[in-house]
């Protein structure tokens, strides 16, 4: 299956300066969790951003890429990994079809003789619907139930990190923002098409890659596109720094945060 998105946005590369200027920020750790904003003094977890789930075994011991990681508290770390999980399981599916998704599907399967995974993989098949609501679908269609709230907090975290990572700033997790997921075959909305215009900024272009732009002049608004195992596309909108006019003041981050699916 081919997916409907710029041909660019798939072939983007990191260019050589690009990839010097990460390698001297990752020798200089950060005294701060990017999670919470407070200092870790020293005792902190290696958070791979994106998480090191994303990555199949077999690929990280065939390429052996250099991970990209952030320090946080252990406890600030922990508690996404339940997510982090249900993340790439329930998007797993949609990854069949390149050789990253494939690689990672593989993987999951060979790992299904733990009970925890074994839960895992059966609440994934259980959001799969041939029915759902009452509706009849066609034979060979059936419809797939995400946990909206899950899948947006994995993807607000990973962009948090990003923007830690570019900009040194801890983004509060109550900011407000958005999450819209593309997957294969589904058309990205027209304000994805104005990103082929901004650097790519991938390490890891078969698993992972993302552009971004901000818009100050509206409402601080910034809109960042992850594309993930070159199959699904995960865009995640969010308002930073918090503007305080008119139209903004009294929105809180629960009202505005939300998923959907293209």
Not at 4 to 13: E, H, I, T, V
Not at 163 to 192: K, R, W
Not at 220 to 242: E, G, T
């Amino acid at each position: 299956m081919k997916t409907a998105r710029p041909k660019s946005f798939l072939d983007g590369r990191l260019v050589q300066a690009a990839l010097e200027s990460c390698r001297k920020r990752m020798k200089s750790i950060s005294p701060n969790c990017y999670l919470c904003g407070k200092r870790h003094d020293g005792k902190y977890n290696r958070d791979h951003v994106p998480p090191k789930q994303f990555f199949a075994k077999k690929l990280l011991q065939k390429h052996n890429p250099n991970l990209f990681w952030l320090p946080t508290h252990e406890s600030c770390n922990k508690s996404y990994q339940l997510d982090e999980d249900y993340f790439v399981y329930s998007l797993m599916p949609f990854a069949r079809g390149s050789y990253s998704g494939d690689t990672l599907r593989n993987k999951i399967f060979d790992d299904c003789g733990h009970i925890e995974q074994q839960f895992l993989l059966r609440r994934i098949l259980n959001e799969f619907e041939r029915r759902p609501s009452g509706l009849i679908l066609p034979s060979a269609i059936v419809a797939k139930r995400f946990d909206g709230s899950r899948i947006l907090r994995v993807a607000w975290k990973i962009v948090r990190g990003l923007y830690y990572h570019h900009f040194g700033i801890s983004i509060p997790e109550v900011s407000l923002h958005g999450c819209e997921l593309i997957l294969p075959d589904q058309p990205p909305p027209p304000p994805f098409f104005h990103l082929p215009q901004e650097p790519v900024h991938g390490q890891y272009p078969a698993v992972f890659d993302y552009r971004f732009a901000s818009y100050p002049e509206i409402h601080n608004f910034n809109y960042w596109a992850m594309l993930l195992w070159d199959r699904i596309i995960v865009i995640v909108k969010f308002q930073y720094p918090d503007c305080d006019c008119k139209e903004c003041a009294g929105i809180t981050g629960d009202k505005a945060k939300g998923l959907s699916a293209g």
